[in-house]
């Protein structure tokens, strides 16, 4: 028997698949062929078959092409468009390799300071200081949550460069 579930676009479908006599590899030895089955009780062999019967179906989910509004072709139209519309290149390109460089050489401090038996400890108890600090500073009262929404906005209005 086969349930179908269907949400917007995907559909997933559940099918029992059909028992074969292969053979289930685990990290666990097979205590039933050490031991006789008596020394189990019958509550231990059901957490022993458990494992089985969930594995008993196969889940398979798709998508339909029609519902899908991304078209890659539309997408590579809108970047030319774009790029094109961009008057200094050599700038962003600049400011592109130096985001790049910037990248590369914090993921070779990040690797130093981890190499130092110490450092990674100390740098996650900082980092769950601040996270605290910034959960009870903003977080954690209304007044305070309206402060850092608008905060937020005011730094998204310097970003854009619309300042009203």
Do not use: C
């Not at 028997?1 to 099918?15: K, N, Y």
């Amino acid at each position: 028997m086969a349930t179908v579930s269907t949400s917007m676009a995907s559909t997933a479908v559940f099918t029992p698949r059909l028992l074969t006599n292969t053979t289930h590899f685990s990290p666990l030895p097979n205590l039933q062929s050490r031991f006789s089955a008596k020394t189990f009780s019958p509550s231990s062999k059901l957490a022993v078959s458990a494992p089985r019967r969930s594995s008993l179906f196969q889940i398979k989910a798709s998508s339909s092409e029609e519902t899908s509004g991304v078209d890659a072709g539309e997408v590579f139209a809108d970047l030319k468009e774009k790029w094109d519309a961009i008057e200094d290149k050599s700038t962003v390109l600049l400011y592109g390799g130096g985001a790049i460089v910037g990248i590369w050489l914090s993921s070779i401090v990040v690797g130093a300071i981890n190499s130092v038996p110490v450092l990674p400890k100390l740098m996650e108890l900082v980092g769950l200081g601040y996270t605290g600090w910034f959960v009870y500073r903003y977080l954690l009262f209304k007044s305070s949550r309206k402060e850092l929404a608008t905060d937020i906005e005011s730094l998204k209005k310097k970003i854009a460069g619309t300042s009203e």
